[in-house]
């Protein structure tokens, strides 16, 4: 069909606003979801194998040779924040605080992200069974096992949650910048200690990233309707 036929420029147009109205979408679907469901996917199938992964065991001894008292305190502090300390009891206070200002549906988001995420964990972890790192022994040792790590995926999905619901707003910079170092910090400290390989915390971010981008994606911009009408994404 010749490029200036009338079907093909409607086409081409309708093509055209399309990517304009959704674009956005799926280069979220794809950076949030794809990406990471393939990093996972890889390194699952490493763990269920039972095959080392080749950065984890160099990563770990080069973390242990940084060992200091000064960085023992930092990073202990990053630890204890990055779950029961910190992340999950503001998880809490977040859908409350929604809940009280009846944003309804952020508020949903952010209960459904947040606790699908910790019993995602949990049933991932039971389901690889990765005994946990021990090259050395801890200064906080953990008992349970290791695949994905909890304080990685628990501190990356606070993260997006927090970056999706301020996107529209001017303080998503400001946000985009304080996960930027919380959530590293938080991954580094749980290497640095020693109780997880970096692949478990990779792993823990790549499910944080494809849980929370695909229910907010649910929840806020709904499959074409029988009328060709997305849902509302209002809130």
């Known amino acids: 069909m010749p490029a200036d036929h009338p079907l093909a420029r409607e086409a081409a147009h309708e093509t055209g606003g399309l990517l304009r109205r959704h674009g956005w ?15 996972f996917m890889e390194l699952a199938e490493e763990v269920h194998e039972a095959e080392a992964i080749p950065f984890d065991e160099p990563l770990l001894l080069y973390a242990n040779q940084m060992a200091r008292d000064g960085f023992d305190r930092v990073f202990l502090f990053f630890s204890q924040i990055g779950y029961a300390r910190g992340v999950v009891p503001v998880d809490i206070g977040l859908v409350v605080l929604l809940l009280a200002l009846r944003r309804w549906r ?6 459904l992200a947040t606790g699908g ?15 946990r790192p021990s090259l050395w022994e801890s200064i906080a040792p953990e008992a349970t096992y290791s695949f994905p790590s909890g304080h990685a995926m628990g501190s990356m ?3 997006l949650v927090l970056v999706l619901l301020t996107w529209p ?3 998503r910079w400001w946000t985009i910048a304080a996960m930027a170092v919380f959530v590293p910090m938080v991954g580094l400290s749980r ?6 390989y970096p692949s478990d915390i990779l792993a823990g971010w790549a499910a944080a990233s494809v849980w929370v981008v695909g229910v907010y994606l649910l929840l806020y911009h709904p499959p074409l309707g029988r009328g060709g009408r997305t849902g509302s994404s209002g809130r």
């Open 25 to 39: 979408k799926l280069v979220l679907l794809f950076a949030g979801v794809l990406l990471p469901m393939w990093g």
């Open 106 to 111: 952020d508020g949903l988001f952010a209960a």
């Open 117 to 131: 995420s910790a019993l995602l964990n949990l049933g991932t972890k039971q389901l690889f069974a990765r005994d």
């Open 157 to 159: 999905t606070l993260a």
């Open 169 to 171: 707003t001017r303080a």
């Open 191 to 196: 290497i640095y200690l020693g109780v997880h």
